[in-house]
């Protein structure tokens, strides 16, 4: 199968077949099952999903444009902006804000100088909140680049945190 690409956009080889890859996991009349996974492509490439790659996606899958944007903006794991390398979401739903959550989403965002939502300087931090992660009990929580979940963060731990990645930061600088 072959993913027809949109006139107005550019899909790359590698995302195309990725693509092609997720299509073919869904009966045919059932491929918009696939937007979440090719979302997800267009965002390990560019590190955001863009209006143009909403478009790419809605066209690809034979979706309206706005059922693609509801699931881009619905999950917390697509940034619709440029984002830091080091995406922190902290949860601050009532189980956590109850455990320090708010708290904990103050302490970095003072700490790295910046507003909630916002990206350092430097472009390594992006701090957001977030909502339920589903580990209340190990609040306050928060999620690394949308893959690890840190549980218990204190203001030692955050702050343990962020040198450890900024060591690893310049680390891979040079």
Do not use: W
Request: contains cysteine; glycine residues 6%.
């Amino acid at each position: 199968m072959n993913v027809a690409v949109p006139a107005k956009a550019m899909l790359s080889q590698a995302a195309a077949k990725g693509f092609e890859r997720e299509i073919a996991k869904y009966p045919l009349e059932q491929k918009a099952s696939a937007v979440i996974a090719c979302l997800a492509i267009l965002q390990g490439e560019h590190g955001f999903i863009s209006p143009e790659s909403e478009a790419i996606v809605a066209e690809v899958l034979g979706m309206p444009l706005i059922a693609v944007h509801e699931i881009t903006t619905f999950y917390n794991m697509f940034n619709q902006v440029p984002v830091g390398r080091f995406k922190f979401n902290v949860c601050t739903n009532l189980p956590c804000q109850l455990r320090g959550g708010q708290h904990a989403l103050e302490h970095l965002c003072s700490t790295l100088g910046v507003e909630e939502g916002g990206t350092t300087a430097d472009g390594a931090f992006t701090v957001q909140k977030a909502e339920c992660l589903g580990a209340c009990a190990d609040a306050p929580v928060m999620l690394v680049n949308d893959r690890q979940m840190v549980s218990f963060m204190s203001d030692a731990r955050l702050d343990e945190l962020v040198s450890t990645l900024r060591a690893q930061e310049q680390a891979d600088a040079t």
